[in-house]
């Protein structure tokens, strides 16, 4: 397997080209720019056959998709923040027509103020609109994530679009050593784009997208459900033949150190390589402290994360977005809430950090560690909801 | 079709079969009706053309020969693409008496 050099960036366009879609219709936008802007280096260079429309805006660009994929292509798009908001009028559309478009995301804040660096409120704020979400800590697992989004989202017990997001500029901008799997390898794995239903079938004309008022849109919205449990299934399947294939499984979520942990971090994205190495540092200290990787946010783990913290006294929830909801970020309140019926559970707390791209240092994750220590040996959480890391 | 199906026998992705808006008569909230008088037709197919519904009915011959009133909502572009004159008018907007 041919190792390189990549950025996460470079990574989710060298997997695009392997993959090889039919259509991609983009927009450029920091931090995902590079993309589709790669991407279209390939196409320019005949190493593709995709047919790249450049449209005028992101919500051309998810409506385009949207018509490719109803019309029986395999398609793929990227985007970050601003432009992932201006495609949410169509991404609940591609959800409800079942269509399995792949979606290469860069975590960038929303506007106002303006900024390019990375939180997750971006995604988050498309989180209830059908599409599996995915947060890949480095640059290996967007490149792997994307692979298997393809699979996953083509699984006739799913067919949903799925997203696929790396931290801006932590992961899309930094180059790590990357093993990549063989062109051929992958056109093998992810195998013939299979066409369930064709707006341009002339043999079996269909009409989708038809009003749908009180009498059968709350069937319509069903199968979208059904899909969202069933992805839970599909993608621990796909995760583990790749794992069996190319040594390299992921899941849901990943616990690290985690079996006899007393105190836990629960996060997302590249903070999770931050925490590894406190936890490492802390082991060897004799702290019993663990991370708890939340890699799938959509659906979500709520049963593997209950078990995964069932025997950890203080767990901090940290999310990389506050929902505005004063019950905490999008992370905790689910988490949160999949706690509720559980006799034996960790004392949780919210560490909201980050915003707009705001270090976490491996000082942060050791004071959040430190702190969990206080929790677990008191029995008492000080504050349940913290901005971590903003001045006052 | 069948009358209300549950969710789990539903086409996938929201799909139905084609053509199912000609079982739904929408010309019944006309307030104005178009009125054809076919001696004074030159056939140029203008009102065809540009009718948004299919709402222009051609005889065997594939001459025009009226409006279907099941579809027609009297958006009145026939009468405004009709290219015949004032004196001789092949289509004309009346108001719906019903």
């Known amino acids: 397997m041919p190792i390189l050099a990549k950025t996460g960036n470079e990574a989710m366009a060298e997997a695009m080209r392997q993959i090889n879609p039919d259509v991609v219709a983009a927009y450029p936008i920091t931090p995902a720019t590079e993309i589709v802007m790669i991407f279209s280096g390939f196409v320019a260079d005949g190493l593709v056959d995709t ?31 601003q432009g992932l908001q201006l495609m949410s009028e169509i991404l609940p559309i591609a959800s409800a027509l079942r269509l399995p478009i792949v979606l290469c995301e860069v975590n960038r804040a929303l506007s106002a103020p303006i900024n390019i660096h990375c939180d997750h409120s971006d995604t988050m704020a498309v989180r209830d609109f059908g599409w599996m979400q995915v947060y890949a800590e480095n640059a290996q697992e967007a490149y792997d994530s994307i692979i298997q989004m393809i699979r996953i989202s083509e699984d006739e017990r799913v067919r949903l679009p799925g997203m696929v997001s790396t931290d801006g500029f932590i992961i899309s901008h930094c180059m790590e050593k990357i093993e990549a799997l063989e062109d051929n390898e992958v056109k093998k794995y992810i195998g013939e784009y299979k066409v369930i239903n064709s707006v341009l079938d002339q043999k079996n004309p269909i009409s989708i997208g038809s009003l749908d008022l009180q009498d059968y849109y709350f069937e319509h919205k069903m199968p979208v459900v ?17 794992g069996k294939r190319y040594g390299r499984e992921y899941g849901l979520t990943e616990g690290y150190k985690l079996k006899d942990a007393e105190i836990a971090l629960v996060a997302m994205g590249s903070t999770c390589g931050t925490t590894r190495a406190v936890v490492d540092e802390l082991r060897e200290r004799g702290v019993k402290a663990g991370l708890l990787k939340v890699r799938v946010f959509r659906p979500f783990p709520a049963e593997e994360i209950v078990q995964a913290l069932s025997k950890v006294k203080a767990a901090a929830i940290t999310d990389r977005s506050d929902g505005f909801s004063n019950q905490g970020g999008q992370l905790f309140t689910e988490i949160r ?3 509720y019926e559980q006799k034996a559970k960790p004392i949780l707390s919210n560490y909201i950090y980050g915003l707009g791209g705001r270090e976490i240092s491996l000082e942060d994750i050791r004071k959040i560690f430190d702190e969990q220590k206080e929790v677990a040996d008191s029995g008492k959480v000080k504050q349940l909801i913290r901005h971590f890391g903003v001045r006052e | 079709m069948k009358k209300n199906m549950g969710w789990k026998e539903l086409g996938h992705g929201d799909s139905l079969p084609a053509g199912t808006a000609a079982d739904f008569q929408t010309g019944d909230w006309r307030s104005e009706k178009p009125v054809f008088v076919r001696e004074n037709c030159i056939n140029c197919y203008f009102c065809w053309i540009y009718c948004p519904d299919s709402a222009i009915l051609l005889d065997e011959d594939n001459k025009v020969a009226g409006i279907d009133y099941k579809y027609c909502k009297g958006c009145g572009i026939c009468d405004r693409e009709c290219p015949t004159k004032k004196e001789k008018r092949a289509i004309t907007m009346e108001a719906e008496r019903k």
């Open chain 1, 226 to 242: 059904e899909a969202m449990g069933k992805a839970k299934d599909v993608i621990l399947e796909v995760s583990k033949d790749f």
């Open chain 1, 337 to 339: 809430s999949a706690m």
């Open chain 1, 51 to 81: 047919e790249f429309v450049a449209v005028e805006s992101e919500h051309s660009a998810m409506s385009a998709c949207v018509g490719a994929a109803a019309a029986g292509a395999r398609v793929m798009t990227g985007t970050s923040s």
